[in-house]
């Protein structure tokens, strides 16, 4: 079972802001968040990492509250190519050990002209 | 960003016949990668973790004797789709797990698209 949940779908429109939250209630002390961005038919693009509070990069933003149990990517001003879907990720370690990545139904963005 | 390299593409066999797709960590050493299978308007799907110089682990269902995994360096692991049947006709993604100061990160290959006729 994944780990993260997001919502399914959002809409939104050219130059406005766009944050998605995903929960990941589980995540273990050592867990770090990831954000990834996948088009049709390619893999998924690393947009950003955090542990805890805020990461910025040229990209976007990701917000980290304090007890670490959701996160928010936030994509300042979209343009309609970041028509994309997003999936949060999480590690998790399996009863035998093995540490995977089990991805969650991901968030499909639509940016409208 | 580190860069996983995936290939082929994308190709198309007959029913019956084995497809080998490689993953190639390009500018790190993975010890560990991933294999994903994605259908259409779907998520990604965790079939098995591949660990350099020792036997894959498979998640719940999917088939060791069908998918075969092979890591045998630390930048390079493959997955064979043997005796494929349209039914094994998806896309399949490969990810390299890369340490860099203490933090880990998933890179993904760019993905084979497999149509099996």
């Known amino acids: 079972l994944a780990k993260t949940t997001q919502p399914i779908s959002m809409d939104s429109y050219e130059g406005q802001e766009v944050n998605i939250t995903c929960s990941h209630n589980?995540?273990?002390?050592?867990?770090?968040i990831t954000w990834y961005q996948q088009f049709p038919s390619q893999g998924p693009r690393f947009i950003i990492q955090?542990?805890?509070t805020k990461v910025t990069n040229e990209v976007a933003s990701l917000f980290i509250p304090a007890d670490r149990k959701s996160s928010t990517l936030s994509l300042p001003r979209v343009s309609l190519s970041d028509t994309a879907v997003y999936y949060c990720?999480?590690?998790?370690?399996?009863?035998?050990?093995?540490?995977?990545?089990?991805f969650g139904t991901g968030t499909r963005l639509k940016v409208l002209a | 960003g580190a860069v996983v390299s995936q290939h082929p593409s994308w190709v198309i066999c007959k029913s019956g016949t084995s497809v080998k797709i490689e993953c190639r960590s390009l500018?790190?050493?993975?010890?560990?990668m991933f294999w994903y299978r994605q259908f259409p308007k779907q998520s990604l799907m965790l079939m098995a973790t591949?660990?350099?110089?020792?036997?894959?682990?498979?998640e719940q269902g999917v088939e060791k004797d069908k998918f075969l995994i092979n890591h045998a360096s630390l930048t390079l692991s493959t997955l064979t789709v043997t005796s494929a049947h349209p039914e094994d006709s998806s896309f399949y993604i490969c990810?390299?797990?890369?340490?860099?100061?203490?933090?880990?990160?998933?890179?993904f290959g760019s993905g084979t698209q497999l149509s099996v006729l």
């Open positions: 591949s660990n350099e110089g020792s036997k894959a682990t498979y």
């Open positions: 500018d790190f050493q993975a010890t560990t």
């Open positions: 589980n995540i273990a002390t050592n867990d770090y």
């Open positions: 990810s390299a797990r890369d340490w860099t100061a203490n933090n880990e990160k998933l890179f």
């Open positions: 990720l999480v590690g998790d370690k399996d009863p035998s050990g093995t540490y995977k990545y089990i």
């Open positions: 955090g542990y805890k």
